[in-house]
């Protein structure tokens, strides 16, 4: 059972790991020094917990305790309970939630051991906001996708808004990041994908002209403002574009996915 510990020093240093939630750059070297993640709300840590991620400590208002009574029976990690405006003044913003947890990152997978049974598969190329990733992570869980891929420069899923954003399916689908990022287009080849590359070039075809048949396939996006880097662009094995509307040119990357998602989503097999 969690032991409850009642503070009321925001500068206790036991709080260390809720310091400043708003310093991107703090809280990506903090976070990954330590080896840890944030999750917000009760029913983000609730799913975290569930997924078998194990807390470091909670930090929370005192009304979020019997929420989450259940959740800190089953854990000894220290929960600080503090007043609603001591929780502002650590981490910088009004945790309308009330809940926040500290979780030990799991051991990062491989490539291949998330490819290794995937059928549908999004891949990440350099989308800088977490926003964006968690909603492609939602998206990916809603509509049947097994794995992501992410590039090295794409921003971290385990990152509190991401995490936020997808309300947790960054605990549910499998991802890895890919340190041999020009390599990937064999890599997904190999292990037997079409590759569909999301882009405005002028010989794309339409998305719903892709045969809804295929067995295994990847969905690749580039970043919120450049897109797909031409080795993509020219080494996938189709080059995709969703319909628009006369004088509208694209829909931002999240929802890009979210509608390549649902086209290419598995479908039951015929009786």
């Known amino acids: ?18 310091l400043r939630l708003r310093d991107v750059s703090l809280r990506q070297h903090l976070e990954v020094e330590r080896g840890i993640y944030l999750a917000e709300g009760e029913k983000v840590v609730r799913r975290a917990v569930e997924a078998g991620h194990r807390p470091v400590s909670f930090l929370m208002a005192p ?15 220290p929960v600080f309970v503090l007043d609603e405006a001591t929780i502002e003044r650590v ?34 190329e350099d989308l800088a906001d977490h926003a964006n990733v ?11 996708f097994d794995a992501v891929l ?6 971290d899923p385990w990152y509190r808004r991401s995490i936020k954003t997808s309300m947790g399916a960054v605990f549910r689908v499998p991802f890895a990041r890919v340190d041999e990022w020009y390599a990937l287009p064999d890599v997904l080849r190999d292990h037997g994908l079409v590759s569909l590359a999301l882009t405005l ?71």
């Open 1 to 18: 059972m969690a032991e409850i510990l009642q503070v009321t020093d925001p500068a206790d240093p036991r709080l260390d790991a809720y």
């Open 63 to 77: 009304r979020w305790l019997d929420g989450l009574a259940d959740v800190l029976d089953g854990t000894d990690a």
């Open 91 to 124: 981490t910088g913003f009004h945790v309308h939630r009330g809940a926040l947890a500290a979780i030990q990152r799991p051991a990062a997978a491989t490539v291949d051991d998330v490819l290794q049974d995937a059928r549908r598969v999004v891949v990440m």
């Open 134 to 144: 968690g909603a492609i992570f939602r998206s990916a869980a809603a509509l049947g």
């Open 150 to 155: 992410l590039s090295p420069r794409c921003a």
């Open 201 to 271: 070039a002028d010989d794309a075809v339409a998305l719903d002209s892709v045969p809804t048949d295929l067995s295994r396939l990847a969905v690749i996006v580039g970043s919120e403002g450049h897109g797909l880097s031409e080795r993509w662009q020219q080494g996938a094995d189709h080059r995709v574009t969703i319909p628009m509307a006369a004088d509208i040119d694209s829909l931002n990357a999240a929802a890009s996915v979210a509608v390549a998602c649902w086209q290419l989503r598995p479908r039951p097999e015929p009786a």
